[in-house]
């Protein structure tokens, strides 16, 4: 299964941006899905984890009540809804896909598939 991370960019603290991953295989709509970030010279930290159905979710306490995470089975596409951006909020995102489980997870352990990542970066 391949991933593919589309719309990171330029934006001003306080703006909006969506992250959005497309999967190359129908079988996506198994697995369950999820966004990690890494800043420069930092740790891959876990931002977000959506279970197989949609109906569980799972937010990092730096990202929740800014953040959503969304899944659309039929297009086998994971968005990233990023709303009161910070500067901190600036890395590398990267989408992940597990065919361990269904369910949403925040180890990165867990994800067996991976995407290129894409860059959002975010001015003060």
């Known amino acids: 299964v391949r991933l593919v991370e589309s719309g990171g960019g330029l934006v001003q603290a306080g703006g909006s941006l969506t992250l959005s991953c497309k999967a190359s295989?129908?079988?996506?709509?198994?697995?369950?899905m999820a966004w990690f970030r890494q800043a420069r010279e930092t740790e891959r930290e876990f931002v977000a984890a959506i279970s197989w159905s949609g109906g569980d979710t799972i937010y990092a306490d730096s990202v929740k009540g800014r953040f959503v995470i969304f899944r659309d089975n039929a297009e086998n596409m994971v968005d990233l809804r990023m709303f009161s951006l910070k500067p901190e909020d600036t890395a590398v995102y990267y989408c992940a896909g597990s065919a361990v489980t269904g369910s949403a997870a925040t180890s990165g352990e867990i994800y067996t598939y991976w995407g290129q990542g894409t860059q959002v970066t975010v001015s003060s």
């Open positions: 295989e129908r079988i996506f709509s198994s697995y369950s």
